[in-house]
Structures are given as structure tokens and as C-alpha cells.
């Protein structure tokens, strides 16, 4: 309707989980409000923009003084365990289920033919380095559970192969809170595969 | 999990039609990707509250170098017909309707003794002040379907009475696109009540 407001829409709709209409909604809701919405966002934004960044080490976010970041200098961590995701985001919920006390290594994305990404986009090097230097005994691959995601825990394994640590990778099979009739055949495939004594 | 993340997923948190979930999403995406997500939204956003501002006559939004705004200044528009909305957001899907080509009037809210919005709050007399000076022969009441916008459109009726302008209201019914099933008994008693001949 309003240049200003229709770009303001723009940006916002280009976020994960903003429709179109969403981003309309908010859009109008800044120019609206502007003291109560519109500054304290374009000042988090400022501060996030300046102090953000990725740990040089692991590549999980951190701030620009304090990299290497928390994870990786917690010395109550174990550093022999290390844990392989995609993105530094994938590391919030991991920590949540309180289930994993190693470090992280994230690859910045996966491994993707169709979206042209090759192995040299990816911390791979990185993570090799790591596992060779570190004595790191176990690599624990938290991977989408997708072509690209299994392409990239293979390679990976072939990658560490000779390193001396095991590769391991998280275990496939029914979420929590579902039922028999919401999976798919493939989870089900897999969920009577692993399936464990009861 | 990092105070600036934190700081960011809270103001998008604010924004309407953005859960908790969605925020943290957008949150993360945004210092994933500087270049392509942050960068663009703080520009935007800087452009907003720099230009954006209500047309000083109408209320609707409108930049400062087009004040009165291009609604007010259309001449094509019948100026003898007032629509009144609550918010400038009002104004976008009622001209996307293409069924009112007359002027509107933002309120700036509604009454409402539960927010302690009186009347003193709203652009109640500029209202008043435009009906007798500009020659409006009908207003349009386009308010919420409920007990504000009740009380809104009554005070307003009362506050034009003797203005000779006919005060007149959105019609209730039913919406476009839905059942019987889905409908609530007060539109349903309404749309009853307001029956036309098919």
C-alpha cells in the first residue's frame, strides 16, 4: 500500500515462519507502534548484527567476545564425545534434552547435490582436524534424517575412517507423543528395524 | 540461549501473528544470514520510522511528503461519503473490497471502558469537526462486530446527530466462503434478522 511498509513486509516475509499474511500484519503493527515495537527491534537487531558471530571452534553462535564460545571452553564437558549438526541452531534442542555433555561441530548446512553444495562448504576440514587433534573417541552425527542428511553422515564416516573414532549416529524410530497411525512407512520401516527390548 | 538472540526473538515475539516458536526461528535465521535477512530489515525498518506518519486530515498511514495522503487528495473520490475505521490497517482490505470510493477516517481505536479508552482518546472531534465543515452526507461506521464497536458506532451516531450526515454500519451476516456449521448463534440470530429476498 505504502512503499516503506510494503518493503518492510518484504523482509519480513522472507523469515522462516511469517506467511504473507503475518508479514503484512506485523509490518503495519511497527509503523503503528512505533516506540513500543519499532525501536526496541531495530536496536536488538543492531546488537545482534554487531556482536553475533560464529565460534571459531565449533561454529555455534556466540558473541564476538566470548569465542571460543561457552560449549566449547565448559571444561565439565566431556571432549572426547563430539556431536555433528548442520547448523548452530541445531544445537538448542539438543541441549534441552539434557542427554548429550560433549562438545559440538556444526558443518554450516549438509551435503547437497541439488542445492550445489559439495563437502568444500562445509566445516569438514574442520571437523577432521578436530578429531585428529583432540583425541575426540566418539563423533555423534545429529543429521537430518534425509537423502542430503544421509549422504553427509556417509561421508563423513568414510571421512574419519582411520581416525580412530567411532562414528555414531542418532537413532531412527517413532517420536515421542505420536501414534502408529501418523507415521510414515519409512519411520516404521526403521521403528521395527532398531526395535528394543521392552 | 545468547542475550542478544535472546533480546531479538523477544521483540519479534511482540509482533503480532508471531508465537513464541516462530520468533526463535526467525530469530536464529537472522543472525544466520546478515547479508540477505538482517541487513535488508534494518534498512526497512529505519526507512519506516523515518518516513512513515498518519495523514494529519484522515488518520490513514501516509509518508511525510504526502500529507494529507493520497486518499485524501484523490479528487475522484466522493467527498460527501465518510467510511470510519478504528485503525489505518482498516483501510487496506475495505479499499480492496472496491466498493467504497468515498473518504475515510482513522479513529485511532475504539471506546472501550475496560482499556479506558474514552472518547478524548479517539479522533472523535476531528470527526465531527470534518462532517460539518466538508459537506459529508453519509458515514459509513466500519467498526468491530462487538461490544466496542457497538458502543463506538452508538456514540457516534449520537455525536453526529443534528449534523443532518446520515450515520450508517457495515451489514452483519454471514461470511463469504462458510456454513451454517461453523457459524456462532449471534450472526446467525443477525443474519436472520437482516434477511434479504434471494
Not at 2 to 12: F, R, S, T
Amino acid at each position: 500500500m505504502l512503499p516503506p511498509v510494503d518493503e518492510l513486509e518484504k523482509c519480513l516475509a522472507r523469515l522462516p515462519g511469517l506467511g504473507r499474511r503475518s508479514a503484512a500484519r506485523a509490518a503495519l503493527a511497527l509503523v503503528r507502534e512505533k516506540e513500543r515495537l519499532l525501536r526496541p527491534l531495530v536496536s536488538a537487531l543492531g546488537v545482534a548484527e554487531a556482536t553475533v558471530c560464529c565460534c571459531s571452534r565449533c561454529g555455534a553462535f556466540t558473541t564476538r567476545d566470548a569465542d571460543p564460545c561457552a560449549l566449547c571452553t565448559d571444561e565439565t564437558r566431556d571432549g572426547a564425545q563430539l556431536c555433528v549438526v548442520e547448523e548452530p541452531a541445531d544445537i538448542l534442542p539438543l541441549e534441552a534434552s539434557g542427554a548429550f555433555r560433549g562438545r559440538y561441530h556444526a558443518l554450516g548446512g549438509k551435503l547437497s547435490p541439488a542445492r550445489r553444495v559439495g563437502p568444500e562448504k562445509l566445516r569438514l576440514a574442520e571437523l577432521q582436524d578436530r578429531v585428529v587433534r583432540s583425541g575426540v573417541r566418539e563423533v555423534l552425527l545429529a543429521l537430518s534424517t534425509d537423502m542430503d542428511g544421509d549422504a553427509t553422515a556417509g561421508y563423513i564416516a568414510e571421512l574419519l575412517r582411520g581416525t580412530g573414532a567411532r562414528v555414531t549416529r542418532l537413532a531412527f524410530g517413532l517420536p515421542a507423543d505420536s501414534g502408529i497411525a501418523y507415521s510414515d512407512p519409512l519411520t516404521l520401516r526403521r521403528a521395527i528395524r532398531g526395535r528394543q527390548d521392552a
